[in-house]
């Protein structure tokens, strides 16, 4: 009897491989599983299941965690204004977490042996992977094909060649990545520390050159509308930024970021939706939170994310900052304006009812209402206080 494996499947290259390998070369009975985590039509969704039935799966499955995807993790990325290394909005690595829980579900219900995925030896994927395999399912070993055969993409692209597998080699050339955060390209340009992506090795082509104004509404740090349209999921809301932002060229950027593993990485993307959402939504919070609001939001994002990134989602440290970044968007809600043009974007300013930037209590570097010029010297001086006995006492003990 043949044993049974679960293939974490995207339809690419990698799993391509893995597919034939895993069936031909080693003679399992695999089960091929892909994740949509917002990134896949039902027309692509097909045509990858026709793929994985043609290479040998016993079985296809889809799992749609999209909405699971944005309620669990996406809405507090968002939250938190999360970037990484000031650049990233996380739009593989945040998905990754739930491709590969949602993986480890599957081998369980269906009592696999094995997982396999198609990552690589020398990226971030391989640990993501095989960290939560082994928190979810310690029981089910682990195989990992291109990782142990060390095989460059152009040996992949030989082998399924010479197994007869009819695909786009041309476009195989990169490897792409999409989900409802962002989409990541990686190919030969990203493997040098000098090289920008071509214009066709974009997914999405610029196509829009007129300026276009909107009106982004949030309701407790969620995006629920744009101009007239509300969205009953936000979900909904960022896949029709996503289409109306993305063929302005607007989110494009290379990331360059410290692996799990310790080296130095570089990974082309494009996330237009997210990155207008993140900056929309800061641009509010820094209306409506107060000083240490954002302050201590800052710090906890910042380790939320790196933690994220690195695959630690089950991390019950995570759910005690997802409730304080909850916590902190009971005011965070308005609108807020925002220019899109050709590979840039504005925004333009915002309306809320909790805007504590009001004309009531003053205007800054003009007039105030709230208080006096002796208060604000009586403030002054107290103020520093602290600081002007720290200069006088050492100042006298270097006098002495």
């Known amino acids: 009897m043949k044993k049974k494996v679960v293939l974490a499947y995207s339809g690419g290259l990698d799993t391509s491989f893995c597919c034939i390998y895993l069936t031909q070369d080693l003679g399992y009975e695999v089960h091929s599983v892909i994740v949509n985590t917002g990134g896949f039509s039902d027309e692509e969704l097909k045509g990858v299941e026709e793929r994985a039935y043609k290479m040998g799966v016993t079985s296809h499955h889809v799992v749609d965690e999209t909405k699971n995807f944005y309620n669990t993790c996406v809405r507090f990325l968002i939250y938190g204004n999360v970037l990484k290394n000031n650049t990233y909005p996380l739009s593989v690595s945040a998905e990754r977490v739930s491709q590969a829980t949602a993986i480890a579900n599957y081998a369980k219900e269906i009592g696999a042996e094995f997982v396999a995925h198609g990552s690589t030896g020398a990226g971030n994927d391989q640990v993501r992977f095989d960290m939560i395999f082994n928190i979810l399912v310690p029981e089910v070993q682990i195989i990992t094909p291109i990782r142990d055969l060390k095989l460059s993409r152009e040996e992949e692209i030989e082998y399924l060649k010479k197994h007869g597998v009819d695909m786009n080699f041309e476009k195989a050339k990169y490897s792409i990545n999409k989900g409802i955060w962002g989409t990541s390209v990686g190919g030969k340009e990203t493997l040098t520390s000098n090289l920008g992506l071509p214009e066709e090795a974009w997914p999405t082509q610029v196509t829009e050159s007129e300026a276009k104004n909107l009106e982004l509404v949030f309701e407790k740090g969620e995006l629920v509308g744009i101009d007239s349209e509300k969205f009953d999921h936000p979900t909904k809301a960022i896949q029709a930024l996503q289409a109306i932002a993305q063929p302005y060229g607007i989110g494009r950027d290379i990331h360059v970021g410290d692996t799990i593993i310790g080296i130095k990485g570089r990974v082309g993307f494009e996330a237009a939706a997210p990155m207008v959402i993140i900056k929309a939504h800061h641009t509010l919070e820094k209306h409506v939170l107060t000083k240490w609001q954002l302050s201590w939001k800052d710090q906890l994002s910042a380790f939320y994310g790196n933690w994220l990134h690195e695959g630690q989602f089950h991390d019950p440290i995570m759910r005690n900052i997802?409730?304080?970044?909850?916590?902190?968007?009971?005011?965070?809600?308005?609108?807020?304006?925002?220019?899109?043009?050709?590979?840039?974007?504005?925004?333009?300013?915002?309306?809320?009812?909790?805007?504590?930037?009001?004309?009531?209590?003053?205007?800054?570097?003009?007039?105030?209402?709230?208080?006096?010029?002796?208060d604000v010297k009586g403030f002054s001086k107290i103020f520093g206080n602290q600081v002007m006995i720290y200069h006088k006492v050492n100042n006298q003990a270097k006098n002495d």
């Open 322 to 374: 997802e409730a304080f970044l909850t916590d902190t968007q009971q005011n965070v809600s308005g609108k807020v304006f925002v220019q899109l043009n050709p590979y840039r974007f504005q925004v333009i300013g915002i309306e809320s009812d909790h805007d504590l930037m009001s004309n009531k209590f003053g205007s800054y570097g003009e007039m105030n209402n709230a208080w006096s010029g002796e």
